[in-house]
């Protein structure tokens, strides 16, 4: 089970840019990861997530905007997001696991989480 830890949260204009990290503390290699979100008072859902294949899916909400990609060699998850809207403020999470759980939280590895705030 790899630890995971999110990087590049912060606070931006709509419009703006965000490149979201989480480093693994082992081989990522085989393992199916995803983004999540929560914002306050609504449920933690599912954004992007990416199969041991290299396969991506995203929300409907993600398409077109946002890219989910790995960096092996650095035991990374990305999540590059554009065009961010307001709607898109939530801490956001990694998760990890053998399993592809797609967008159903059952990862076994999570992030502490990094915040995303997004003002108009």
């Known amino acids: 089970q790899v630890q995971l830890v999110e990087s590049g949260g912060g606070s931006v204009q709509a419009g703006e840019s965000l490149r979201l990290s989480c480093a693994a503390s082992?081989?990522?290699?085989?393992?199916?990861m995803g983004w999540f979100r929560q914002a306050p008072g609504k449920e933690r859902e599912g954004v992007a997530a990416i199969d041991s294949n290299g396969r991506t899916t995203y929300a409907d909400s993600a398409k077109g905007r946002f890219t989910i990609s790995t960096d092996s060699a650095k035991n990374t998850l990305l999540l590059q997001m554009n065009s961010l809207k307001p709607e898109d403020t939530a801490m956001y999470y990694c998760?990890?696991?053998?399993?592809?759980?797609?967008?159903?939280?059952?990862?076994?590895?999570w992030g502490q989480g990094t915040q995303v705030t997004v003002s108009s």
């Open positions: 998760a990890a696991d053998r399993v592809n759980w797609a967008f159903w939280p059952r990862y076994k590895s």
């Open positions: 082992g081989s990522i290699y085989s393992l199916y």
